[in-house]
C-alpha cells in the first residue's frame, strides 16, 4: 500500500545514472558494441567539446569557416568552434525542437561551408533532409549526438548519417567520461593519430565515488545523504590541496584541456555494459512516467517515437527554476539543462529557443531507476502542480493513488 512520502520518508531520484562495483567486476560482453563504439574511424576524448574542437581545426584549416548552428543549443560546443577559428551563424529552431528546412535551405544557398545539428535529448532531427541539403550545396554535415547515443532515424543509428558525428557516453552510460568522435566520410589523417594525454588518476577516483555515491543515494537514501556529505569534505580537501580535477558537464571550455583521452577506466566499463537493457529501460521508464502523468493531463514536450533512446522525460513547465527547486525539495532532481547558450550568439536567438530554454525541464528516466521510482516523481510532479499543461482536477484514478487504492499508485521510500 503506497504512503504519502511525509510518512514514511522520502525518496531520492538522482539526475544520472551511477556505478556499482559490479560494473568494473562483471566479464566482458561478446556482443559487438553498438555504433558509434568500436567505429575503426572512432577517437575517444576526454569530453565531446574536446572531440568538437579537434574535428573544426581540421576543417578550419581545410578553408571550411562559415558553420550554421542551431540558436537552441549549450553553449560549450559553440565555444569550441569559435575557438577553432570558425565563423558561426545561427539558424532558428521552433518550440519542438526542429529546424524550418526551408529556411535552413535558404541560409545554405547564400553561403555556408558546414552545417552543425544537434539531435535533442534522444529524439532525431530530420536528418535524412539535412544529408539532402547538405549534399545540394556541398556542405559538410556534422551531427552533435551527445543526447542521443543509442537513437536511431528509419533504422540507421544517428552519428551515421553526417560526414562526422560527435558523441557524449557518460551523459547516457555508466562510466567516468567520454566523449566520440566518428569520421564517416572525407576523413582528417592527423585526428586519427592526434597525440593525447591522459586523464589524471585523482579524477578517475572522484569520478567513481561520485557516481557510487549517487547510485547508494538511489537505494538508501539517509545512508547515501551521509556519504554525500563526507564526499564534499574530501573534495574541499583536495581544492585546498591544489590538487586540479578536469570536469566535466559544467559550463565552459578549455582549450588546454581538449587533447585529453577518455579515461583508461571509462573504456574498461564500455566492454562490460549490456547496451540493449541500457536502452530498453529507459524507454521503459519513459512510458511509465508518462502514462502516469497523462492521468492528470500532463503531457511530455515530445512524444516517444520509434528509435528514440530518450536521456529525459522533457518536460514543458510554467517556471523553470521553480520547477527544479520543488521537485529537489521532494528528492527528485530534475535537470536545467540549457537556460542560457554561447553570450555571443544570446541576442540572436529567436522565439523558438527562448521558449525552450524558459520551459523544458528534464526528469530523470535512466537505467538505474525502477518502478517504484518513477511513481513517486510521478507522484511529486502532479501534486507541484509545475507543468505549463495541465488539467484544474486530477482524474479519480489519481485520487486514488495518493489516497493508497490505486493499482499503480506512488510507493514512498522506508529508507
Not at 512520502?5 to 562483471?26: E, I
Not at 537505494?219 to 580537501?237: D, E, N, Q, Y
Request: with cysteine; charged share 25%.
Amino acid at each position: 500500500m503506497a504512503t504519502n512520502p511525509s510518512d514514511a520518508g522520502m525518496m531520492y531520484v538522482p539526475a544520472w545514472q551511477g556505478l556499482t562495483v559490479r560494473h568494473f567486476t562483471t566479464a566482458p560482453t561478446e556482443t559487438p558494441a553498438p555504433f558509434p563504439l568500436g567505429q575503426r574511424r572512432g577517437r575517444g576524448f576526454h569530453t565531446a567539446r574536446s572531440a568538437i574542437y579537434q574535428l573544426f581545426k581540421q576543417l578550419v584549416a581545410s578553408g571550411r569557416r562559415r558553420v550554421l548552428a542551431p540558436d537552441y543549443h549549450m553553449g560549450n560546443e559553440l565555444r569550441a568552434i569559435r575557438a577553432a577559428g570558425a565563423h558561426v551563424e545561427l539558424y532558428t529552431i521552433d518550440r519542438h525542437g526542429r529546424p524550418d528546412l526551408d529556411a535552413l535551405s535558404r541560409q545554405m544557398a547564400r553561403g555556408a561551408d558546414v552545417l552543425f545539428t544537434i539531435h535533442y535529448a534522444g529524439w532525431a532531427q530530420p536528418v535524412s533532409e539535412l544529408r539532402a541539403l547538405s549534399d545540394r550545396y556541398d556542405v559538410r554535415l556534422v551531427e552533435d549526438c551527445a543526447l542521443a547515443l543509442l537513437s536511431e532515424s528509419a533504422g540507421q543509428p544517428l552519428g551515421s548519417f553526417g560526414d562526422y558525428a560527435v558523441f557524449c557516453l557518460y551523459k547516457s552510460l555508466p562510466v567516468l567520461d567520454g566523449g566520440v568522435l566518428i569520421q564517416n566520410r572525407h576523413p582528417y589523417a592527423d585526428l586519427e593519430h592526434l597525440p593525447m594525454r591522459r586523464i589524471s588518476r585523482p579524477f578517475e577516483l572522484g569520478q567513481t565515488l561520485e557516481l557510487w555515491v549517487e547510485r547508494m543515494r538511489s537505494r538508501m537514501p539517509r545512508t547515501g545523504a551521509v556519504v554525500a556529505g563526507g564526499k564534499r569534505c574530501i573534495g574541499a580537501l583536495l581544492t585546498a590541496l591544489r590538487v586540479k580535477r578536469v570536469p566535466v558537464g559544467d559550463i565552459g571550455f578549455n582549450v588546454t584541456d581538449t587533447d585529453l583521452a577518455m579515461s583508461n577506466w571509462s573504456e574498461r566499463l564500455l566492454h562490460r555494459l549490456d547496451y540493449p537493457a541500457i536502452r530498453q529501460q529507459r524507454r521503459r521508464n519513459f512510458s511509465l512516467l508518462g502514462d502516469l502523468l497523462a492521468e492528470s493531463g500532463i503531457a511530455p514536450w515530445r512524444e516517444l517515437e520509434d528509435g528514440v533512446c530518450p536521456l529525459f522525460f522533457p518536460l514543458l513547465v510554467k517556471d523553470k527554476g521553480a520547477a527544479a527547486r520543488r521537485l529537489k525539495a521532494g528528492g527528485v532532481m530534475a535537470t536545467q539543462l540549457w537556460n542560457e547558450g554561447d553570450p555571443q550568439s544570446a541576442g540572436l536567438e529567436g522565439a523558438g529557443a527562448t521558449f525552450l530554454r524558459r520551459h523544458v525541464l528534464e526528469l530523470p528516466i535512466h537505467q538505474d531507476l525502477d518502478e517504484a521510482q518513477i511513481q513517486y516523481m510521478a507522484w511529486r510532479v502532479i501534486e507541484a502542480r509545475i507543468a505549463l499543461k495541465q488539467r484544474s482536477t486530477h482524474t479519480s484514478r489519481v485520487a486514488d493513488s495518493r489516497r493508497g487504492r490505486g493499482t499503480r499508485q506512488p510507493v514512498a521510500s522506508s529508507q
